[in-house]
């Protein structure tokens, strides 16, 4: 059956690896994000490795007038319609400690640009019978952190909408996947202190597949951080907030 | 662009480095880098010496820019970044009837990589160096942009190809795949009893794709015996490779010494049947076999391997035959050693490849090996040849330069290329490749 994945915040490395494995599988692809020169190289490259249709479309989270264009050109493949969120933007919490009006941002980025895009395909989702979401959020939305709980907060309220979103799905014979994973050998990560466990973007993108294909509702990827975030988790808050992790 | 503190080496482990590492994901990264800090590109680092290090200096990784950018069925012109890996290509275009002209032994190197070191692979003597496939390339220097290719700004591209990334980066090129019928090969192995037997094997041989593996251990009558490998590209349905492994952590030095190389050096060879089999395999199992064992460099212990590698004239077969000797008689050799009939094809100034047979062999960093090599390089150049410098670690410019009579032109071009160094690397300094003298 011929599917359509629409995939948000393409330029990111995860995203990119994620665009090929469905590609390899023959589906279309809708890359979008900022930017579009470089967008157009993925576009080709998910051609080459087996997308029926690869094209390269703006997306900004912060401007919701370039959604429209998006979900059209959606409407006009047939079959499912998938949607992948990739975006979110972190800055570093002492930038934001300097410059409160960062969170606005950020919050956009990594929540509500996403979630209101989402919310204005999903009609044409359970019209089409179905259809996946993934969302990518992060194992700092599991708890607030000193070192970066702005960023943190917002992937936790798009967790949370994730979880709405999956209840209205489902009964569409649709299903949203929230990805939670730890730390990626992205661009993002690249050269930061204290990184440890690092996963390759292509393992994320395969257990993303994965989760995908059985339906699970939220993965951790690697799986550990299941694990880790279990632990950190259960720290009593009064134990917590002295620590700094 | 964030740039990281690094540790790395060559694949032989015997060189390593310490540099500040950028990795772009985007063109527009990579473009800014090199406007702001020009410094030579690194992908996968699988040469074995000190050819894609530098210490104390910038690198930039390009094993994220990798995406293919374009590709015409009708014409197998493949238009990729210059960190696409030559298995991953292999992998994609296979199954469609494409396969890049040359594959080198490990499926890990990147496309730039074999441009920059101008790769041969078991095909040389029909089609010629990796270098001759390639139509055009993007090199991108400081804020200059040059798009080269064998007939425009000839002279530049003949020193990039082959010329160890000293002209730039190379962001990406368009390369002519070859047809195949699919993505398994026939493959049929045969034993060779001795030295004199396998050349004329290796002359007469009318396979696409021919390499020998020599058991370097093996002395007397039964020098130079070893097992002729050819092979051809079929379609067909095979299981699938199996998973990779890896080599976990380093082996103990006993692991290659000379009692247990001897021992499976011999059940290497008797496992091919006297009367010589054909087997089909996936086309990685042949060409890259390997890449199937990750960090298989292990093996060799934390003190690292060099490899040998040399190409001698037709008529200087002899002379092969005494290096070949040397290594048996001193108990060194891992089994890892090939020989191999080359062409003459090659497309660069500092290209290795010459009309001739070339000997690879693999030892253990440990006493001797170093003079052992000192001695076969000095014989190589007594016979005309070229050692390989995507292999080596050891030679002096002194006895290197001779070997590679463009050498002076290489210089030139670099001189009006980058007249800064930006692109240097260990192995420029070694063997001081940019003056002539």
Redesign the interface.
Known sequence: MTETWIILGA?S?MA?AFARAVSEQGHSVLLTGR?T??LK??A??CV??GARVGEAMKFDARKRESFAAIIKRAKAEDGLINVAVFVGSMPPQDEIDADPSLIGGTVTDSFTGPAEFLQGIAPEMEARGGGSVVGVCSVAGDRGRIGNYVYGAAKAGFATYLSGLRNRLTRAGGHVVTVKPGFVDT?MT???EGMFLVAPPEKVAQDILKAVRKKKNVIYTPFFWRYIMLIIRSIPEFIFKKMSI | MRWKTADYSGWGRVHTATSEVARPERVSALEAILDDTPAPAIGMCRSYGDASLNDGGRAIDMTRMNRVLGFDEATGVLDVEGGCQIGELARIFAPRGWLPAVMPGTGFATVAGCIANDVHGKNHHGIGSFGEHVISMTLLNGTAKHVIGPKRNAGLFKATVGGLGQTGVISSAKIQMIPCKGDVMMVTERRIEGWDDFLEALDTSKATYSVGWIDATAQGNALGRGILEEGETGAGLIPKPKKSKSVPFNAPSFALSKPIVRLFNKLYYGRVPKSGRTSVKPISDFFFPLDAIHNWNRLYGKRGFHQFQCVVPIEQADALRDMLVKIANSGLASPLAVLKRMGAGRAGYMSFPMEGYTLAVDFPNRAGAEALINMLEEMTLHAGGRLYLAKDALATGRRLKPMYSEHAKYVAEMAKVDPDGHFTTDIIRRLDLRSEA
């Open positions: 330029t490395s990119k930017d020169v470089d190289r993925s080709a490259d080459a490795y661009g690249w050269g930061i």
